[in-house]
């Protein structure tokens, strides 16, 4: 019995260690080169980040005008939104990398008013390779840290 106990121990750490080097955050060249991906093609339409306060003044903007200054929700957001239902970066980049190559309602993880307001983002992934898929996808995962409910809690909608 005190073998089995000290094996499933072991086991434990085992896998623990082989988790923590899979979601290490990659070097800062590697998330450099992510955020150039980034702004070279998907910041034409997704901010980075906004404020509360530009957010509530925004959300004044859509009610009066139907359209936001821009033409999908902020980075900051859609990355807590994508970790909500995509918490680990294999998970998570491996959505990212799907949804920006083949983006459909049905596999989006948006609120309803984001479709409504926004639609569905284009196939910009077509036109990517992998490797700068996969940059964008780890700078979009370690660059906002907030989870969906810290999110929502600062900028509620």
């Not at 623990?16 to 450099?32: D, F, R, V």
């Not at 901010?47 to 980075?75: C, D, I, N």
């Not at 799907?98 to 609120?111: A, F, H, Q, W």
């Not at 983002?121 to 979009?140: F, T, Y």
Request: include cysteine.
């Amino acid at each position: 019995m005190r073998k089995a106990i000290i094996g499933l121990a072991v086991a434990a750490v085992a896998l623990t260690a082989c988790k923590t080097q899979s979601t290490q955050k990659p070097p800062e060249a590697e998330l450099k080169k992510g955020y150039l991906v980034y702004k070279n093609n998907c910041s034409a339409c997704h901010w980075e980040t906004v404020s509360p306060e530009k957010m509530r003044k925004l959300r004044q903007y859509v009610r009066e005008h139907g359209r936001p200054p821009f033409g999908a929700p902020p980075m900051s957001e859609v990355s807590a939104r994508v970790k909500k239902f995509y918490p680990t970066e294999e998970e998570f980049v491996a959505f990212v990398k799907d949804y920006i190559t083949n983006p459909s309602r049905e596999k989006g993880v948006c609120l309803p008013r984001a479709y409504k307001i926004f639609g569905v983002m284009p196939a910009v992934g077509k036109n990517m390779s992998d490797e700068a898929k996969e940059a964008v996808a780890k700078w979009l995962y370690y660059r906002f840290d907030m989870t969906w409910e810290e999110f929502m809690k600062k900028h509620p909608h």
